[in-house]
Every structure is written in structure tokens, then in C-alpha cells.
């Protein structure tokens, strides 16, 4: 098989095509300097049936080969899964009572008593699952619950996207082991959970590397066009869009896409 190396910024698309209509086939843009492999069959004319890397997911599409220059380096082999499952993790509630009206507590779930939540994976229809998550989201009243109100120095949308997720019954972190954890999760063991200790809350920087490693273990599928993302939502699950900052010092961000209503 040839590999090339792209010369510029360049569209991964689903077809060899580029569609006259606004809706779009593009899976994503690869940057300069991005290795990819031609695929024995498919190519057609100044299309090449390629296969690359967008992010750490394996992906085919097409692309032009006007911005494809032939290369001796080769794609990196596919990360295989962990041997040992991954655990949820989530701080201990217990005798705690963590409100979304109280500012107190962001790094807990929430639990209050009246707390309206679903569990979406165990609901089949898609009418109801898009009936309740849209409840969980009008409970959590984001625009008037204390819980995310931005202060001077300070945003919290990575507090809402994991009470989205917590309330839908999908898994989200809002703390996540570290180094020291994982050598216990790699020994078979499960560690306990201590604040700082073995376990550290993720802001929407640290998450987007999250759902790049870690995502698809917890059932996320990354998708690389927003209308596609907003056709897998409307079936009744939430999906995100996260943003990491070059300069990690300064917030990313974190956005819920909900199903849309008329």
C-alpha cells in the first residue's frame, strides 16, 4: 500500500464528492504534514480511498490527492483497548446532600432529595427518551441554579455537562483517577476513591483529552461533523462538543447538544 503525507489543510470526506447542496460529507480536516494510507480499492480519479488517524479513532474516507504528496512514513499502529476495564469513578455522597440551588460541592453529583433524573441506556423508545432527558435539563434550570452561575474568575460548564450526563444515566467524569490509581486498576485492583489522592477533577481542558482516551470505553463515539452529531441526538441521547485551549491556562469549553424540538 502507498502512504502520503498531506501539504496543506485538507477535507476527509465519506464520498469522492463534494456535494453542491449545504449538507455536508466532510468527516473532518486533516492538518499539514498528516500521514495517511491508500486503500487497494475505491479511488477514483483525484480521489483516493484513504485510510488515517482523526484523533486516536481509525477512519476511511476520501480525499483529493492534488494536496497529497507520497511519503516513506507510515500510519501508527491502533492503540488496542485496556486488558483491564477502566472503573467509573464519582466522590462519596454519603451524608452529604449537594444541591444545584448551593454553590457548595461542584466536585460531588448531585443528590438532592426531588431530583429529577433518567436513565436513558434502559429506555428503548426514542419519543420517551428525548421526553425525559429534555425533564432532566429543565430540572437543572441552568440559567438559575446557583451551581453554574460564572463568578469573576471562574465558569462552570464542565460542572453542568457532567450533572447532564450524571441525570441521563451516562457516565461523564467530573473526577478521574490518576497515576497512582492506575497502577492499582492495572494490578487488577480497585482503588479507593480519595480527593487528591487518587483521584482529581477534570476541567473541559482535561476532558477533551478524556473522551480522546478514554471515551469510547463509556460508550461515547466521536463524529466529526455537527450535522451528524445533531441526527445521532435527536434519537434521544445527549451528545458534547468540547474545546481544549492551546494555552492550557485559560478555560476550554464544554457545550450538552439536546434533541431538537420544534
Known sequence: MSNFITTDWLNLRSGPVIPEIKESNVLGTMPPGMVVEKMPEGSEGKWLHIKTFLGKNPTQGFASSLFLETTEKVLPAEEVAP????????????????????????????????MISTDLKATADSNLRIKNLHEVVSWLDVERSARYAPTSSSTFCNIYAYDLAFGSGLYLPRVWWNEKAFKVIDAGGIPEVVYEKTVTELNANALTDWFENYGSLFGWKRVFDVDILQTKVNTGTPGFIVAQRVNLNRSGHIVGILPEQA
Open 83 to 114: 486488558a483491564t476495564p477502566v472503573p467509573e469513578v464519582h466522590l462519596n455522597t454519603s451524608g452529604k446532600t449537594i444541591r444545584k440551588s448551593e454553590i457548595h460541592g461542584r466536585a460531588y453529583h448531585l443528590n438532592e432529595p426531588g
